[in-house]
């Protein structure tokens, strides 16, 4: 298996655009995590998935971020509109539930928001 | 609210000792607990998943010890080496998938 895929590697938009970050999650995992890393804060999870149902999206900064999982080999991230303080690096993991298995994470997604 | 820390923020020493990071966390109601290596500009490798019934897990010159009462962790590395410098993140699955400590940044100095 490939790994977690996730596209773009990078990303520069100006503020108040739309961003959309994409995860292809190892094929057989049923839990798809998305996470942020920043400097001050570390990494933070944002929201997971188990069975593409969304479980827990209390890490979720606010309104403008929103995720999807369509099906089992596909996530997306959206910011709209991005700003500024947005900019960090984007991680996307999966396993094979959310509490046993370790978590395998994709290579991330690097977004500067000017 | 489950915290994790881990101490020391960084650490530089010598190739070929052996060393141990830290990990601290909050809640010890936890399946299990997590370390990975982060290399600069990466994303996060795995290297050890303990199971909250376990004790330790070891591979390779690498071993991690888990005191679940106590709510501590410890990753040994044996005989490190240059290529083991990197951030190493401690995380816990609890209630919350994957709570992370800060990490430990490591040079091994050749």
């Known amino acids: 298996d490939a790994g977690v895929i996730q596209s773009p590697r990078h990303e520069v938009t100006e503020m108040g655009q739309e961003v959309t970050l994409r995860c292809k999650p190892i094929?057989?995992?049923?839990?798809l995590f998305w996470y942020r890393q920043t400097m001050m804060r570390g990494l933070e999870l944002l929201i997971y998935?188990?069975?593409?149902?969304?479980?827990?999206d209390s890490g979720m900064p606010e309104d403008r971020f929103s995720a999807k999982m369509p099906n089992a080999s596909f996530s997306t991230l959206k910011i709209q509109p991005s700003e500024p303080r947005d900019s960090a690096v984007y991680f996307c993991?999966?396993?094979?539930?959310?509490?046993?298995?370790?978590?395998?994470f994709g290579p991330g997604t690097r977004l500067t928001v000017t | 609210k489950q915290e994790v820390t881990q101490i020391p923020a960084a650490l530089s020493v010598p190739e070929g000792e052996n060393l141990v990071l830290n990990c601290s966390f909050t809640?010890?109601?936890?399946?299990?607990l997590q370390w990975f290596r982060q290399d600069p500009g990466k994303g996060l490798t795995s290297l050890l998943l303990i199971q909250s019934s376990q004790r330790e897990q070891t591979s390779g010159r690498l071993n991690a010890s888990l005191d679940k009462s106590s709510g501590r962790s410890t990753l040994y590395i044996a005989a490190s080496q240059p290529g083991d410098s990197a951030t190493y993140l401690c995380a816990v699955t609890g209630n919350t998938p994957l709570v992370f400590g800060k990490g430990t940044r490591l040079s091994v100095i050749a």
């Open positions: 809640d010890s109601a936890i399946y299990n």
């Open positions: 998935f188990n069975n593409n149902v969304p479980i827990d």
């Open positions: 094929s057989g995992h049923n839990s």
């Open positions: 993991a999966s396993s094979f539930d959310r509490s046993s298995y370790e978590q395998y």
